[in-house]
């Protein structure tokens, strides 16, 4: 079989059970100043940015796959692939590719060929958690799209479902990193799978599933039409969160937290487009799982030194620091934290207070997230000091 390429809302409702509307502090506000005007120009090793403990909100699991769990795989069944050169190129974004979304989701396609038994699933859920406890990952919430796994087979969604989680409890026990599952739906992939993802997804809230995620291609499917899943989920007690403002317009965000009732929002960087949608998310609290790596390889930002980021947190805003798909990026969080410091050159203190807010803005019960928050204050206090 050859390999090709292509990628791949109501009033606002309260906030779900477990996760409390986070309200701008002074703070908030002022690590965004501070992080514009204090600009910090100070190198670092990546192993510097591998020891810190760390938390991440948005890691998709069809993104995670390690390059050799793929070619392994191509080889064991005999799948179509001229080189391993070709092959790395239809899986992860390279130097000369343009910088578009529709080759950023072409990824995607190609990964989706991956997925031909239990065993895979299992892994690669295994292998993403490994990678994550590698790079220090303290908390881990990964999401996972029952669909795109399941399609090649024909594999039940409930059954993909089961895979996953059982593989997730096994991941956390072997390495140490607690793990939250997200169930993610795609835009582009119509209601009705939604709908049996969330009600599916609900029925397993209690065995690692925490919320419910809408992804894929953001221009020309709203995100109206799948309120009624999502009202499913949260009804349930499940959390959620929406992509939006990432290649189409701020006021998607808007749109999300107010049909959907999105708890935290997908990347969002659009949203200091739109006014009324940057007000809504200030006064919410609403926290952005921005993945800035990515939003450079995908076009939705086209300078990486000019990343809207530091913009947001001027503006108030609850921004916390993600991968999204390290293996296609070819990053791990520890990238994205150098990039954060030293390319737009925040200092360590701000970062320190983005991965506290992250903590904070976890799908935990609040006893449990302020828990993890407290174990990384005192951690970061203690490197902090240290360094200076």
Known sequence: MALSQSRLMLQPRPPSRGLKRLRPTEETRNA?????????TTTRPI????????????????????FETV???????????PDTSLLRSLVQVQENEPLTFQNFLSKFATLRLI???PEIIARVTLEAIADAAADNVRYLELRFTPVALSKLRGFPLSQVMDWVMDAARQGEKEHGVTTRL????????????AGQVAYLAAER??????????????????????????????????????????????????????????????????????????QLARQCGTPFEVCITSNYQSGAVKQLKNHPLARMLAEGLNVTINTDDPSISQIALSDEYRVFCE??????????????????????????????????????DSLLAATT
Do not use: C
């Open 32 to 40: 965004g100043v501070a992080g514009i005007n204090t600009i910090d």
């Open 47 to 66: 192993e510097f940015y591998r020891s810190l403990p760390k938390v991440e909100l948005h890691r998709h699991l069809e993104g995670s796959l390690r």
């Open 71 to 81: 070619l392994d795989v191509v080889r064991s069944y005999q799948l179509d692939v």
């Open 115 to 117: 997925y031909r038994s």
């Open 182 to 193: 997200i169930a993610s739906v795609n835009r582009h992939e119509g209601v009705a799978l």
């Open 205 to 278: 809230k209690d065995r690692g599933i925490v919320g419910l995620d809408l992804a894929g291609n953001e221009p020309g499917f709203p995100a109206g039409p799948f309120a009624s899943a999502f009202q499913v989920a949260q009804e349930s007690g499940l959390q959620v969160t929406a992509h939006a403002g990432e290649w189409d317009g701020g006021e998607n965000v808007a749109e999300a937290i107010q049909k959907l009732g999105a708890m935290r929002i997908g990347h969002g960087i659009r949203v200091l487009e739109a006014p009324a949608a940057l």
């Open 343 to 380: 390319t737009l050159s925040f200092p360590l203190e701000i970062l320190r207070e983005r991965v506290l807010a992250a903590a904070r803005a976890a799908f935990l019960p609040e006893t449990e997230r302020e828990a993890l928050a407290q174990a990384l204050e005192r951690e970061y």
